[in-house]
Structures are given as structure tokens and as C-alpha cells.
């Protein structure tokens, strides 16, 4: 237990460390801030999956996330009936101390507990490459969900939190950028269907990760 501990301790030190380097070199240096397309640029229809509707996100919420952009989209598969959430919080940048709230932290906020996670790599279509997800599994009350999430900038796609606050650092030296997205997208499930649901979200990351691509700044 005090190794667990102590792990935690030096991640922890590592993470505040990285944040306190990344606002030192970001108030000595002149940020590149880039523009992008708005999110609710992305297609109704990806895929196999139709857009049901659009949730509002109300001004309490958006004062507390304080992305630059948000899109809160409700999908269903055609064929299945499946119903996917898409939701993306999109920050030019992380200088002032805007940055994405981990689902690992907010749905146990919410009341929701954690069933499992692990980090599945989806391959995706058309070609060779594959990204890493976190994949969390929740329960509150008789409702179940899965919830696929990760944290995409120009350049790369990252699962880890710590990884993202390392990369933040890096890529404020490299590119004299912050800006990143979390995207989450969340399926609704009976506990005795979490492979199913599993796998409609795996399809729909597949199709909605070069809709990501074509609006994310390069």
C-alpha cells in the first residue's frame, strides 16, 4: 500500500511540475493560437449513425468546463437503433488554466460509479493506423454506460492524463501551441450488454475520427 502510495505521490509531483514548467514557458513566450472550424460544423450523419438532436449545454456548465467550443450531439445507428452520445470541449488554449476535466473524475461526481477501464486500441478505417482510448464503465442506479474517451490536439490522439500534461509541455516548447480536445462519446447499455455497446462505439469512433481530423486546427 505505501508503494501505491508513493507511486501516486511521484506522479502527482511529476504532473504539478509539468503544469508549472508549461505556464512559465507559455507567459515567456508568444502562443500560437489557431482557429477552427466550429464544432457544430460536424456532419448529422457519420457513418451508419443519424443525429437525433442537439443537447443544450446550460451557462453554468459552460462556465465551469470554460472551453472555447462545445458540442453535446445525441446519434442512433440506423440499423441497430442504437443511440451513441458525441461530446467534445474543444480549448484554443490551456495558458490561463482552461483545460478538459477528466470523465474519470466527473461522472464519480456525478454519481455514477466505475464498473471497469482499460485502454482498448481501435484500428481505424482506411488505412493502417489505430488510436488508444480509455474505456469506462459506469453505473447509477439501474442505468449502465460505456463511455469511450481521449484527448486530441493537431498532432496526436492521447488516452493518459499524465501523457496529456507531458505532451502540453512538449508541444508548447515544439509549437508554441496548448490547444487540445477531449472527446467522449458515451453509449447507454444494460449491464448484460457492455460488449455490445462496446462495439457500436467502437464503429462510431471509427467513423467520426476523420470528421474530428477535417475541423481540428493543423
Request: aromatic fraction near 10%.
Amino acid at each position: 500500500m505505501n508503494l501505491i502510495r508513493s507511486r501516486y505521490a511521484l506522479i502527482l509531483t511529476v504532473v504539478l511540475l509539468l503544469q508549472g514548467g508549461f505556464f512559465y514557458l507559455v507567459a515567456e513566450r508568444q502562443e500560437v493560437v489557431p482557429e477552427m472550424v466550429p464544432l457544430d460544423g460536424l456532419p448529422n450523419r457519420i457513418g451508419s449513425f443519424e443525429a437525433l438532436k442537439s443537447v443544450n449545454i446550460d451557462q453554468e456548465t459552460r462556465d465551469l468546463l470554460r472551453a472555447d467550443d462545445l458540442l453535446y450531439r445525441q446519434y442512433a445507428d440506423s440499423s441497430s437503433g442504437q443511440r451513441v452520445d458525441l461530446f467534445v470541449a474543444y480549448f484554443k488554449t490551456q495558458r490561463y488554466g482552461q483545460s478538459p476535466h477528466s470523465p474519470k473524475n466527473c461522472l464519480p461526481g456525478s454519481g455514477w460509479q466505475s464498473l471497469g477501464t482499460d485502454r482498448p486500441v481501435i484500428q481505424l478505417n482506411g488505412g493502417p493506423g489505430s488510436i488508444q482510448v480509455n474505456r469506462y464503465i459506469v453505473q447509477k442506479g439501474e442505468d449502465t454506460g460505456v463511455t469511450m474517451y481521449w484527448y486530441q490536439t493537431h498532432s496526436r490522439v492521447i488516452a493518459s492524463e499524465y501523457w496529456a500534461k507531458f505532451w502540453l509541455v512538449a508541444d508548447a516548447l515544439r509549437y508554441h501551441r496548448s490547444d487540445t480536445a477531449l472527446v467522449r462519446v458515451t453509449i447507454p447499455v444494460t449491464s448484460s450488454e457492455v460488449d455490445k455497446a462496446t462495439a457500436s462505439g467502437v464503429e462510431f469512433i471509427r467513423a467520426v475520427f476523420p470528421e474530428l481530423q477535417r475541423i481540428m486546427p493543423i
